[in-house]
């Protein structure tokens, strides 16, 4: 790509070290200090030899500078910067702000951080408003984005909608503490291992976090991702908070002890309601691993939110006055239900769950729930340490009892492994709970990981799934008993 270096006066203006309430710099480059005809060269020439601007073990290019407009005509190709491969030590960019002309907009992405270095490129404080594209973070080098002395990386689309805030191809890529805002999409990830945390706002978007597939432990953590919407009246909301190309196999799936059967959790936004019984989530996590549920709440009111923008059943605000994100061991779980309690300020508001593990990332958002009387979540491995609404369920059957009755019959239904009916995956049921749950063979995960849950407790499951198969085929009747 060609790319013009001007000499002289055109070259980077470093002034005295500069204190303010944006932020401070050791050798701040005082891009404001230009005639206006010069800054656009000038940051670029910055970019471009960014060795040229050693401070102590690493690489800082610390821009003094007010929001410069652009239009296309002026910006044919985007600002960016390159890291050789050689390159062993850290580069920091603060302080970068551009905007986009409304009548004649930038077609391109704003600012391409290609790293193919070892070190990290630190982007900080940066802030692109009105932008078809604006950050697209790229090479097989580290890269992380967030915050400069409480100012956060603040990317705006256009009025369209256009593009992706931010588009994140490189590998192990960490936004901490960013805004995206009024895109197609507020992240786009396109790369493995990438992490959004630490009160990012992806909001306002047509999808907020876009993970394409084939991309392996996308996580979220403590962000809110609310109001986004892509306009399609077919697609879940919450699902255009966080889109998933490929569907996860270790969401957060309800159960209801009352009609002793799955919520169906694909089925509509209104919330599920837990009255007087305890909120049950079957997890999967992957045997030996430690898997993360962070509970926050989904509801205009609840977030503060104006008119203007709402929940759309996505996190908006951490549910506090408890540790949150809860960790949940496999090896723990399988000894049997967790509980965790939720503060009573939390009663009767619409919830919402993120699941993440280390091995698959975040499954998405759960459907919205709701304690009404009490604040117990209980968290399961496996069905059968669910009780009925009327106690515990032997092992191996289904069906329901009649109230008045002490026991009644229930025929089986067709086995998990092939057959129909409330068995089959996302059917109903305690053995639909298992399917539903990763079954006995294990799947695929997330993004597209094989995984197997070897636990005892899981090995006894599919025993007791293949005599429950053998007793379908001969129609054999059952009995369930009921503690009272």
Not at 48 to 63: I, K, M, Q, R, V
Not at 89 to 101: A, C, E, L, R
Not at 444 to 465: E, K, P, R, V
Request: glycine residues 12%; contains cysteine.
């Amino acid at each position: 790509m060609k790319r013009a270096i001007i000499i002289a006066v055109v070259a980077v203006i470093l002034s005295i070290p500069l204190t303010s309430s944006a932020q401070t710099c050791s050798s701040p480059i005082n891009i404001n200090a230009l005639l206006p005809s010069m800054r656009l060269n000038a940051v670029k020439n910055a970019l471009l030899n960014y060795a040229s601007h050693p401070e102590g073990d690493h690489y800082e290019l610390c821009f003094i500078m007010d929001e410069m407009e652009l239009t296309s005509t002026q910006l044919g190709t985007s600002f960016k910067l390159e890291t050789v491969p050689a390159e062993t030590k850290d580069v920091y960019v603060t302080g970068f702000k551009i905007k986009s002309n409304s009548s004649d907009p930038i077609n391109v992405p704003i600012f391409v951080a290609d790293n193919q270095g070892t070190g990290t490129v630190y982007l900080k404080n940066i802030a692109f408003s009105n932008v078809k594209n604006g950050l697209k973070l790229e090479g097989t080098g580290k890269v992380e984005v967030g915050s400069y002395n409480d100012n956060k990386t603040v990317i705006t689309g256009d009025s369209a909608k256009s593009g992706a805030c931010i588009d994140v191809k490189s590998p192990g890529a960490v936004l901490s503490g960013v805004q995206a805002s009024s895109c197609h999409e507020g992240v786009k990830v396109d790369a493995d291992n990438v992490m959004v945390k630490d009160e990012s706002v992806v909001m306002g978007n047509h999808i907020g976090i876009h993970v394409l597939s084939g991309r392996k432990v996308a996580s979220v953590e403590k962000s809110k991702i609310y109001f986004n919407d892509d306009g399609d009246s077919a697609s879940l909301l919450r699902n255009d908070g966080i889109r998933l190309d490929d569907p996860p196999m270790h969401e957060i799936v309800f159960y209801d002890v009352v009609s002793n059967e799955l919520v169906d959790i694909s089925d509509g936004e209104d919330p599920i309601e837990y009255k007087g019984r305890n909120a049950y989530m079957l997890l999967n996590i992957p045997e030996g691993k430690t898997g993360k549920v962070e509970f926050y709440v989904s509801e205009d009111a609840g977030c503060g939110l104006g008119v203007e923008s709402h929940a759309n059943g996505q996190p908006c605000a951490l549910v506090g006055g408890m540790t949150n994100p809860v960790s949940v061991a496999s090896t723990d779980l399988s000894q049997g239900p967790i509980d965790v309690t939720l503060p009573p300020e939390y009663y009767d508001k619409n919830l919402v769950a993120l699941y993440s593990d280390p091995e698959r990332g975040t499954a998405g958002i759960s459907r919205q729930f709701k304690l009404s009387d009490q604040g117990v979540v209980a968290f399961v491995a496996n069905p059968y340490d669910i009780p009925t609404s009327g106690g515990a369920v032997d092992a191996g059957t289904t069906g329901s009892s009649d109230d008045d009755d002490d026991s009644d019959s229930a025929t089986t239904g067709a086995s998990s492994m092939g057959g129909e009916g409330a068995m089959a995956e996302g059917g109903s049921g305690i053995i639909g709970a298992a399917n539903a749950a990763g079954g006995c063979g294990g799947g695929s995960s997330l993004m597209g990981l094989a995984w197997h849950d070897a636990s005892l407790g899981g090995i006894l499951w599919c025993l007791l799934l293949a005599l429950g198969s053998i007793a379908s085929m001969r129609m054999v009747q059952v009995k369930v008993r009921r503690k009272q």
